[in-house]
């Protein structure tokens, strides 16, 4: 956990500043990968004043073809989109297209922008699979007549899942607000994307911090349970977890939606998770063997002993 801590300060040191709120969204030298099964360049270079009906020859890009912005020009005259990018693959493959098909079209050519690209498409299907996963894992142990560790049900005495979930869900919601409240904030982020917190505009800077808090938590809960539970339990365990995560993210996301909604159901929301995690959390017993804390009398999972 400690080389860890020291990776995230050298990585919040070393990270590029965040460009200023006029920045434009791209510029001559930026590199794209195309997002889009095909993109239709035209060769001939747009003038002003030409013809609706002029027939230009095409070229295509593909998916996931790299291309370099060459430069952009303005007709204000065309009724489709007044801005043109010139686009190149190659120095063979070059062409004009309309800034508004352009758009719709790449993904910067960056690690970060093609994560939340993905993220954008993907991420309910994929909360899916792993929702139903960890819905078959707790029906298993149920079933199986064991006494399954469940996160908020059957805890284990440790705080980090609970803080997990909390942050997790105030990063949900400043996510939510930003993409609903300033999305040209987050525009502007996702074609100048940064994994420093400093120098962001206030909100996307604490959902910056949020997310980095996030991940410290999770590397942390994962460690904790895995000390604190046999491996099969362990998993099955974070899997619940898992389940939990998913149903506040989208909780929260949608509750964004209404900002005094929103905060009241957060408060709320912490309120109830911390009050029950004051009432579980203090053991009642001691192992015996090994004067590690139990929080019911039988085989401790530490050392193994009984105690009755």
């Known amino acids: 956990m400690k080389a860890f801590l020291v990776l995230l300060l050298t990585l919040l040191l070393s990270s590029c500043y965040y460009q200023e709120e006029d920045a434009t969204l791209y510029e001559a030298g930026d590199n794209f990968l195309v997002s889009a ?26 998916y996931n073809d790299q291309l370099v912005v060459a430069e952009t020009l303005v007709i204000p005259e065309d009724s489709v989109d007044s801005v043109w990018v010139k686009l190149a693959r190659d120095q063979f493959t070059m062409g004009w297209v309309h800034q508004r098909d352009f758009v719709e079209s790449v993904v910067p050519d960056d690690p970060i922008s093609q994560f939340i690209h993905l993220f954008s498409i993907r991420h309910l299907g994929l909360f899916g699979i792993l929702f139903a996963v960890s819905l078959l894992a707790l029906f298993y142990q149920i079933f199986s007549r064991k006494k399954p560790h469940v996160f908020f049900l059957r805890d284990i005495l440790s705080p980090y899942p609970t803080f997990l979930l909390i942050i997790l869900a105030l990063s949900a919601l400043l996510y939510a607000g930003i993409q609903h409240y300033v999305p040209e904030t987050w525009v502007l982020y996702y074609y100048h994307p940064t994994l420093n917190p400093f120098g962001l505009p206030l909100i996307l800077s604490l959902f910056l911090c949020s997310v980095w808090v996030l991940l410290v938590l999770t590397l942390a809960t994962i460690e904790e349970v895995f000390r604190l539970l046999p491996t099969g339990e362990a998993m099955l365990y974070l899997l619940s977890l898992l389940g939990c995560c998913i149903l506040c993210y989208l909780l929260f996301t949608l509750a964004a939606l209404s900002p005094g909604v929103s905060y009241i159901l957060f408060a709320l929301f912490i309120l109830v998770l911390m009050l029950r995690y004051n009432r579980f959390s203090k053991p009642r017993y001691f192992c015996g063997s090994c004067g590690k804390r139990l929080k019911q009398l039988g085989k401790c999972p530490h050392c193994g002993a009984e105690n009755r």
């Open 37 to 62: 099964d095909s993109l239709h360049l035209q060769s001939n270079q747009p003038l002003h004043n030409l013809p609706v009906d002029t027939v230009c020859e095409q070229l295509s890009v593909y």
